[in-house]
């Protein structure tokens, strides 16, 4: 989806053979897909634009989404049932999960019913509102069950657009960053645009996904262009996204 007469460039262009590492496509088991179909259908738009591999990462929120690696694979191998009786065998889907940091998340992570990204990634979120009050506790305790925390969507916390020294502090406690594609147009609104902006400008992504949730915001992501200068600097990070979880 090449546009000739504009300096702005299509993200979805770069997307070819990329692995999308936060998504919320399993069926009825978030605020994501609710059915089957809702999953079929959003496999079938990623496709269109060469994604084809996927780490599904439903949230695990207590007293929300109680979700458990066991309703998360459950769902996982619905999917995949009717992913091969469609003829879409070859989509190729992976289980983890979106990790809240609450109440409950230090009690999971003790019990080992956490679910990992490849090579031992963990992807949490925390509170729009405000940090946790266990946050660097729960940093810790993943740090010391030998996981790399990876920090969703760093760019939304909007309590932190003011309090950007934050940043830096949390990449020397070692929490890896990961941008939702989104964020770079106006989606959430013009304030995480602009920080997603500087975080990518200022070196601190490590990883992006897409946080798709619904066609919504697929169709969306098909629509979203930048300008030549960001996609330079986005595309050692597709990159290595790709390279280190496919």
Request: net charge negative.
């Amino acid at each position: 989806m090449v546009n000739f007469f504009s300096k702005k460039k299509y993200l979805i262009d770069l997307l070819e053979g990329f692995i999308d590492i936060h998504n919320h496509i399993l069926p009825g088991i978030d605020d994501g897909a609710q059915t089957v179909d809702d999953s079929i259908a959003l496999l079938k738009g990623f496709s269109e634009f060469g994604v084809s591999d996927f780490i599904a990462t439903p949230h695990i929120m207590h007293n929300y989404h109680d979700n458990s690696p066991s309703t998360i694979k459950d769902s996982l191998q619905i999917l995949k049932a009717e992913l091969h009786k469609n003829g879409l065998g070859a989509i190729n889907i992976q289980a983890s999960a979106e990790h809240m940091i609450d109440d409950n998340f230090e009690t999971i992570l003790e019990k080992k019913e956490v679910m990992p990204l490849a090579h031992e990634h963990l992807l949490v979120e925390m509170s729009y509102l405000q940090r946790p009050i266990n946050f660097d506790k729960s940093i810790i305790a993943i740090t010391s069950n030998r996981f790399f925390p990876v920090l969703a969507h760093p760019e939304r916390y909007n309590f932190l657009h003011g309090r950007t020294r934050k940043y830096n502090e949390f990449k020397q406690q070692g929490i890896l960053f990961q941008l939702n594609m989104l964020s770079l147009g106006e989606f959430y609104g013009k304030e995480v645009q602009k920080m997603a902006f500087r975080l990518v400008e200022e070196g601190m992504i490590d990883f992006i996904g897409s946080d798709i949730h619904n066609m919504n915001q697929l169709n969306s992501l098909k629509k979203l262009t930048t300008n030549k200068k960001m996609i330079k600097l986005l595309s050692p990070i597709i990159e290595n996204t790709t390279t280190h979880f496919k």
